[in-house]
């Protein structure tokens, strides 16, 4: 019983991992993307330069 | 102009970026530990080592829907703006976590009981809840004026955090297909110890993305009272 779930579930726990890393690693790019770009826009607004 | 537009506030604090390295490294560390040394359980077999994902996200869901909640609660009584960001933030770090919870979920049901998804108290309400806190964002990105905007999301925030114990209660109170949490007392250490790692993991990483969310959300802001304080120092002078 025990041997039969670990053989049939073993892509499922490699799929559920899979997706959290790639879910994980997307918002880390997008959230440091996000502070990189709001920065440089506060940046270019506190130089005077900010256009709408 | 109404009081909240009004909440002019600098640039923020930066969350420091050591605290992004050890989150991340914490949180790799804690997988790949509770993964290599966790055995393969006796009923379940390996699908035991979704727990490491799947009751983390659930948790972290909780906690970001929490931070909605007290922010939300706070901008009403205060109409600080901050606090508005802040709310916005969590909601959308937790919308994503209780998304990634509805997939992994979905992931376990398939080999345990041969289903993808079932109408069960626990699956349904939390579909519930991710469907709230859509709608919570999707409402910010539709409304312009910055304190009804607030005031409406904080409403919708509070209404959807309010969702979150229904979430955990709802194993106990309509006993269907899911599982009741499991008690840590109960689990063996080889268990327990990668469970409270992947928590603490998940929490720490959870806690910088919301911090980096909002530093994103206050920059935007402040970029927009800066401009507008330039346009009207132009057309004053």
């Known amino acids: 019983m025990a041997s039969g779930m670990a053989g049939v579930g073993i892509g499922y726990v490699v799929a559920s991992y899979v997706i959290t890393w790639a879910v994980l690693a997307a918002m880390l790019v997008r959230t440091v993307g996000a502070v990189r770009r709001a920065r440089a826009e506060y940046d270019q607004a506190a130089k005077g330069e900010y256009r709408t | ?237």
Request: with cysteine; glycine share 8%.
């Open chain 2, 1 to 237: 102009m109404s009081p909240a537009s009004t909440n002019a506030f600098g640039p923020p604090k930066p969350a420091p970026a050591a605290l992004g390295w050890f989150a991340v490294l914490f949180f790799m560390g804690a997988q790949v530990y509770s993964v290599a040394t966790s055995p393969a359980d006796e009923l379940m077999g390996h699908l035991q080592k979704m727990m490491y994902v799947h009751v983390p996200a659930a948790w972290v869901t909780f906690a970001a829907f929490g931070v909605v909640l007290v922010a939300s609660l706070y901008f009403l009584w205060t109409e600080d703006e901050r606090a508005d960001l802040l709310a916005a933030s969590s909601a959308e770090v937790g919308s994503l976590f209780c998304g990634l919870t509805l997939v992994l979920g979905m992931l376990w049901g398939r080999p345990t009981w041969g289903v993808w998804w079932s109408w069960d108290a626990r699956l349904t309400s939390t579909l519930v809840l991710f469907l709230i806190f859509v709608g919570y964002l999707s409402l910010r990105s539709f409304v312009e004026d910055p304190h009804r905007r607030g005031q409406w999301s904080a409403a919708v925030g509070i209404l959807g955090a309010i969702n979150v114990p229904i979430v955990w209660m709802s194993v106990k109170w309509w006993r269907t297909l899911h599982q009741i949490q499991s008690n840590p007392r109960g689990l063996s250490p080889e268990y327990l110890r990668g469970l409270l790692l992947n928590v603490a993991a998940f929490t720490l990483l959870t806690a910088w993305f919301i911090w980096k969310r909002y530093e994103a959300a206050r920059y935007e802001r402040a970029a927009e009272h800066a401009s507008q304080a330039a346009a009207l120092g132009g057309s004053n002078g």
